[in-house]
């Protein structure tokens, strides 16, 4: 948890990134100081338009994460704050459910561990289940137990952006698109904002500023005078989606049992909220920031992954699984066959190519993935520096637990 900041609320703060987070924090600013002059850059032209725009839309229940860990205890408060935004806001939200399928008695196994941090979670409702209640549930989906967590559900994460935003706005927030923060000047009394737009450079003095970068956050840090540790690394995740004829084979989010010998959770069946049903992600490493295709390269990019000491240790100690993302990548039948271990009915036929996403994911210097959110703060400057998933579940969360660590600095 961050430690309290030193100096007063005062009324200027700037706010960086035009993700939920960014524009949960402007928002959570106003609700607490509607006095307070808030600004925030976004350096797209739209909101949500990285990983808040690409992301699964699960809003996730809370069951992997370390009893007390800031993901727990956000996750499940963000939680409550979303369902009830969403609610209020009119933001059609699906509780379509989940079962995490074990496919042997060694992943029935781990299923205790999972139900135990649940439950001391406080997850509503979970259970595990066998196959024959799993066939209830899932028709077409098979194994030899799950755990079901009724209460997981669906929403459209930039549509909830989009309606943040117009709080925020309404309390008098400005939000500035297409501007680019390229300067970060912390002083003793204020903190000078440099941003590039179409129109040209332009300065801006804040009392305070919180800064979301997501995908550029260790680039934004840098640039506030933070350590350069934790790096962000760009894995692509992408995604295959159900032909509409085939969407039926699933009527909830049915996702692998986690392994705790890998980096990260695997091939799963996600439903949304417009009807679309996706399959995976795998997870590569992206050849650029926000390289959503193989095509597009950024050679700075490539240069500064292979410059990090960090993302050679990590390469060092999961190789395999890298080798293994790449061929689902490079092979749709493997991508596939990945999935059709839980949904036998599934053919290579019944895809098409859908969307992908960049997870900006930190990593130590060690080369270890940093796991839980991560918030520094230098004085004047709070800085989100690690927010995977489930930020944006976490979101609304993230956002009172910042503010507060600003108000405790009274």
């Known amino acids: 948890m961050p430690?309290?900041?030193?100096?007063?609320?005062?009324?200027?703060?700037?706010?960086?990134?035009?993700?939920?987070?960014?524009?949960?924090?402007?928002?959570?600013?106003?609700?607490?100081?509607?006095?307070?002059?808030?600004?925030?850059?976004?350096?797209?032209?739209?909101?949500?338009?990285?990983?808040?725009?690409?992301?699964?839309g699960v809003v996730h229940a809370g069951l992997y994460y370390e009893p007390g860990s800031n993901k727990a205890v956000l996750c499940r408060r963000g939680v409550g704050l979303l369902e009830e935004f969403c609610e209020q806001r009119g933001i059609r939200r699906i509780a379509c459910g989940k079962v995490l399928v074990a496919l042997d008695e060694a992943e029935r196994a781990r299923l205790n561990n999972i139900i135990e941090r649940a439950q001391a979670n406080g997850v509503p409702g979970v259970r595990i289940i066998g196959p024959d209640e799993l066939r209830e549930?899932?028709?077409?989906?098979?194994?030899?137990?799950?755990?079901?967590?009724?209460?997981?559900?669906?929403?459209?994460?930039?549509e909830v952006t989009r309606a943040l935003a117009e709080d925020a706005v309404g309390d008098g927030a400005t939000i500035l698109l297409g501007h680019q923060v390229v300067g970060i000047r912390p002083s003793s009394?204020?903190?000078?904002?440099?941003?590039?737009?179409?129109?040209?450079?332009?300065?801006?003095?804040?009392?305070?500023?919180?800064?979301?970068?997501?995908?550029?956050?260790d680039r934004l840090a840098e640039l506030a005078g933070d350590d350069p540790d934790p790096v962000i690394m760009p894995f692509r995740g992408e995604y295959y989606a159900l032909k509409p004829e085939r969407r039926s084979l699933v009527n909830?989010?049915?996702?692998?049992?986690?392994?705790?010998?890998?980096?990260?959770?695997?091939?799963?069946?996600?439903?949304?909220?417009?009807?679309?049903?996706?399959?995976?992600?795998?997870?590569?490493?992206?050849?650029?920031?926000?390289?959503?295709?193989?095509?597009k390269i950024s050679i700075p990019d490539v240069v500064e992954v292979a410059r990090a000491p960090a993302f050679w240790r990590f390469a060092r100690r999961h190789w395999r699984t890298g080798i293994r993302e790449m061929g689902g990548s490079l092979s749709k039948r493997?991508?596939?066959?990945?999935?059709?271990?839980?949904?036998p009915e599934l053919g290579d036929d019944d895809v098409v190519p859908g969307v992908a996403g960049i997870r900006a994911q930190a990593l130590d210097s060690d080369g270890g993935l940093v796991d839980d959110f991560r918030i520094s703060i230098r004085e004047r400057v709070v800085l989100l520096r690690n927010a995977p998933s489930p930020a944006a579940t976490s979101s609304l969360a993230i956002a009172e637990h910042i503010v507060t660590a600003i108000e405790n600095g009274r």
């Open 3 to 56: 430690t309290p900041l030193p100096q007063p609320v005062t009324d200027r703060v700037g706010v960086v990134g035009g993700g939920i987070l960014g524009v949960a924090v402007a928002r959570e600013i106003l609700k607490r100081r509607p006095d307070t002059d808030v600004t925030l850059f976004e350096k797209e032209d739209r909101l949500a338009s990285h990983q808040t725009g690409r992301n699964s």
């Open 137 to 158: 549930l899932e028709p077409h989906v098979r194994g030899v137990g799950a755990l079901h967590s009724p209460s997981t559900s669906i929403v459209n994460f930039a």
């Open 189 to 217: 009394t204020e903190v000078v904002v440099t941003a590039d737009s179409a129109g040209g450079s332009t300065e801006a003095a804040f009392d305070r500023i919180v800064v979301c970068g997501g995908l550029q956050s």
């Open 252 to 295: 909830g989010l049915v996702y692998p049992v986690p392994d705790p010998r890998y980096p990260f959770l695997g091939v799963h069946v996600t439903p949304r909220v417009d009807g679309e049903v996706l399959i995976g992600p795998n997870a590569v490493l992206a050849l650029a920031r926000e390289g959503y295709t193989w095509g």
């Open 334 to 343: 493997r991508f596939i066959a990945a999935a059709r271990a839980y949904v």
